[in-house]
């Protein structure tokens, strides 16, 4: 591998990351604090958050149940889920919060997640596909795949083609089923390589999660457009929640890390700042109806231009099925 092919996507990310920075604090020098939106109660709907007992996930969790949505989070780590639900309940007082397993780097995790889910009966309004990783070392999923692309994208992929029956379900014409995707500025810079999407060729860290995150919009483009075809009350769209003071940088490079110890307070958004846009996505009544948007602070903004093709939309979409094991039902879709 040449050393060209590793620092070319680590300038790309390290550009992308530092022009969100900069605006990030443009905006934060701009303006006085926003006043936190108020939403309305969510009383009796159901919502799945993937890795949601911690960071931005668990933010948006505890902001869900304080409405009065009954919230599920589906994590790979049992006692920091439950130590979650037992302080979101303790700090909401009425919320309905619970934890099941789900490691999204595992097929049939994924699989008897949503089986013990569909036991419970019971549907679901929400689903926000959080969960993710962050520049880590070459290694792959239980099923084969680029931990990036197997964890990032395609587990969120199976969760959400599994659980599609029950959002179809749920949603009314009145109050449509949300599917959420967390994506990131990365993807702006991303490549996709459908002949080497496991990044066997030359792994890049950088380039492996820039391409998770531009598939994630892809995928979520898409899914709106199926969904649409078909007459659905569900809408998709995808986030950017900006650059985040959380857990997820532990594999950068170790200046960064200094960096990032010593700006963070001034730079980077909280957590809690970090899952106002999925908050925004999840239930604002503004985005009732409206799907296939890239959502930043709030508002609807312009993705990457190559995530608006269409064939490679649909290429993405009939690989990510064989790679799975689901049938491609899009093919059936104009």
């Given at each position: 591998?040449s050393l060209?092919?590793l620092?070319l996507p680590?300038l790309?990310?390290?550009?992308?990351?530092?022009a969100?920075?900069?605006?990030?604090l443009?905006?934060?020098?701009r303006s006085?604090?926003?006043?936190?939106p108020v939403?309305?109660t969510?009383?009796?709907?159901?919502a799945?958050?993937?890795?949601?007992a911690?960071?931005?996930g668990y933010h948006?969790?505890?902001?869900?149940?304080r409405?009065?949505?009954?919230?599920?989070?589906?994590?790979?780590n049992?006692?920091?889920?439950q130590?979650?639900?037992?302080?979101i309940k303790?700090e909401t007082l009425?919320?309905?919060?619970?934890f099941l397993?789900?490691d999204?780097?595992?097929?049939?995790?994924?699989?008897?997640f949503?089986q013990?889910?569909?036991?419970?009966?019971?549907p679901?309004h929400?689903?926000?596909?959080?969960?993710g990783?962050?520049?880590v070392?070459?290694?792959?999923?239980?099923d084969g795949?680029e931990?990036?692309?197997?964890?990032n994208y395609l587990?969120h992929?199976?969760?959400t083609?599994?659980?599609l029956?029950?959002?179809?379900q749920?949603g009314?014409h009145?109050?449509?089923a949300?599917i959420?995707t967390v994506?990131?500025a990365t993807h702006y810079?991303?490549k996709?390589?459908?002949d080497?999407?496991?990044s066997r060729?030359?792994?890049s860290?950088?380039?492996?999660?820039?391409?998770s995150?531009l598939?994630?919009?892809l995928f979520?483009?898409?899914?709106q457009?199926l969904?649409?075809?078909?007459?659905?009350?569900?809408?998709a769209?995808?986030v950017?929640?900006?650059?985040v003071n959380?857990?997820?940088?532990k594999?950068?490079?170790?200046?960064?890390?200094?960096?990032k110890?010593?700006t963070?307070?001034?730079f980077f958004?909280t957590p809690?700042e970090?899952?106002?846009?999925?908050i925004?996505?999840?239930?604002s009544?503004?985005?009732?109806?409206?799907g296939?948007?890239y959502?930043y602070n709030?508002?609807?903004t312009k993705?990457?231009d190559?995530?608006?093709d269409e064939?490679l939309q649909?290429r993405l979409?009939?690989?990510?099925?064989?790679m799975?094991?689901?049938?491609?039902?899009?093919?059936?879709a104009?």
């Open positions: 591998m060209l092919s620092l680590m790309r990310v390290y550009y992308a990351g530092l969100v920075i900069l605006h990030q443009r905006r934060r020098l006085r604090c926003p006043p936190t939403f309305p969510q009383n009796g709907k159901v799945i958050v993937t890795g949601g911690r960071g931005i948006t969790v505890k902001h869900l149940a409405l009065g949505m009954h919230v599920i989070i589906a994590g790979n049992e006692r920091e889920g130590e979650a639900v037992r302080k303790e009425t919320g309905k919060v619970e397993y789900c999204l780097a595992s097929m049939k995790s994924i699989r008897h949503v013990q889910f569909r036991a419970k009966n019971c679901v929400v689903l926000v596909n959080n969960a990783v962050m520049l070392p070459e290694r792959q999923t239980e795949f931990e990036h692309f197997g964890l587990g992929f199976l969760l083609n599994l659980l029956d029950t959002l179809k749920s009314t009145s109050h449509c949300r959420v994506s990131s810079v991303g996709l390589h459908l080497d999407l496991q060729c030359s792994y860290p950088h380039g492996a999660y820039a391409q995150k598939a994630l919009v979520t483009y898409r899914l457009h969904l649409t075809a078909n007459g659905s009350h569900v809408t769209n995808v950017d929640p900006g650059v959380t857990e997820l940088y594999h950068v490079f170790w200046v960064v890390k200094v960096v110890w010593m963070a307070w001034l958004k809690e970090g899952a106002s846009t999925t925004y996505a999840a239930i009544p503004e985005m009732e109806g409206v296939g948007c959502l709030e508002e609807r993705s990457a190559v995530a608006y064939e649909r979409w009939t690989e990510s099925c064989k799975v094991g689901i049938s491609d039902e899009s093919s059936r104009p």
